[in-house]
C-alpha cells in the first residue's frame, strides 16, 4: 500500500511534461522510497547486475518479444488478406519519449517490488493477481476488446514468467520494449489502441477483427492468445527444467 500511495504523491509533486516520463520518474522514486523505508535499503530489484549480465538478459528479451509479435503477424498475414506496406520510417522520438519509458515504468509497477514481494510469498498468486490488475489497467484503452484485455491478461503472465527465468527485470523489460516496438513503430499496428506517429512499416488490406486484431491492435487477434499460450507453455517448461537441473547439480 505504502508504494501505490508514495507513487499518487510523486506524480501529483511532479509537473514533467510527458506522462511516461511522469509515470516513469513517479515509480522511480516511490519504488525508491518504499525500499529505504520498509526495507532500509535492503531489497534487490534484480536491476543492479554487472553490466555484461544485464545486456545479455536484455537481449534475450528483445529476441523473445520480436519473436512473439512476429509469429502472430505471419500468422494473420496467412490467414487474412492484410499486408504491410513501407511507412514513413522509424518514430525514434517516440523510442525515448513513449516506448521506452513505458516499458520500463510498467515492469517496475508491474514486475518490481509489489510483485516481487507478492512472489516470495506466493509465486502462482503473484502470477495471476498481478496478471489481472495489468490487463485491468487496460480496461480504458481506445478500441479495447473483451479477447484483447484477454491477451493483455496473458501478455501479463508472460512477463511474470519472464521474470522467473532469471528474477531479474532485465529480460521482462526486454520483451516488454520488442513487443511493444514490434507492434507499432516497426509494423504498424496499434499497440493496444495506441496509435504511433509514424512507423517503419503500415497496414494495408482487410479482415476479421478478431483475427487482425482490428482497433486495438495485434493483441486483438486470437492468433495472439495462441502465440501466447506457446510462448507461456514454453517458458514455463525451460523454467522448470532449470530448476531440476539446478536441484539435482545441489544435491
Known amino acids: 500500500m505504502s508504494f501505490y500511495v508514495a507513487t499518487l504523491l510523486t506524480l501529483a509533486w511532479l509537473r514533467l511534461p510527458n506522462p511516461q516520463v511522469i509515470a516513469l520518474t513517479a515509480v522511480c522514486v516511490a519504488t525508491l522510497l518504499t525500499v529505504m523505508i520498509w526495507e532500509r535499503g535492503r531489497w534487490s530489484l534484480g536491476l543492479f547486475v554487472p553490466p555484461q549480465l544485464a545486456l545479455r538478459e536484455l537481449a534475450f528479451g528483445l529476441a523473445a518479444g520480436a519473436a512473439v509479435i512476429g509469429a502472430c503477424a505471419a500468422l494473420i498475414v496467412a490467414t487474412t488478406s492484410l499486408r504491410h506496406a513501407p511507412g514513413r520510417g522509424f518514430p525514434w522520438l517516440e523510442l525515448f519519449t513513449v516506448f521506452i ?37 487496460h480496461m480504458n484503452n481506445t478500441a ?33 520494449l520488442a513487443w511493444n516496438l514490434m ?3 516497426i509494423l504498424g499496428h496499434e499497440v493496444s489502441g495506441y496509435v ?5 512499416f503500415v497496414t494495408r488490406g482487410e479482415g476479421a477483427a478478431w483475427l487482425t486484431g482490428g482497433d486495438f491492435g495485434i493483441e486483438g487477434s486470437v492468433w495472439m492468445t495462441f502465440v501466447e499460450i506457446v510462448a507461456i ?5 525451460r523454467n522448470a527444467s532449470l530448476r531440476a537441473r539446478a536441484m539435482r547439480n545441489s544435491a
Do not use: C
Request: charged content about 15%.
Open 183 to 185: 507492434s507499432g513503430p
Open 101 to 137: 519509458p513505458a516499458a520500463l515504468h510498467e515492469e517496475l509497477v508491474f514486475r518490481g517490488y509489489v510483485f516481487q514481494k507478492l512472489w516470495r510469498w506466493r509465486r502462482g498468486f503473484a502470477l495471476l493477481f498481478v496478471a489481472f490488475i495489468f490487463a485491468a489497467l
Open 196 to 200: 504511433s506517429d509514424a512507423t517503419l
Open 144 to 176: 479495447v476488446t473483451m479477447l484483447g484485455i484477454g491477451n493483455v491478461f496473458l501478455g501479463g503472465v508472460l512477463l511474470g514468467v519472464a521474470y522467473e527465468r532469471y528474477e531479474r527485470l532485465w529480460f521482462p523489460i526486454g520483451l516488454h
Open 233 to 237: 507453455a514454453a517458458l514455463v517448461r
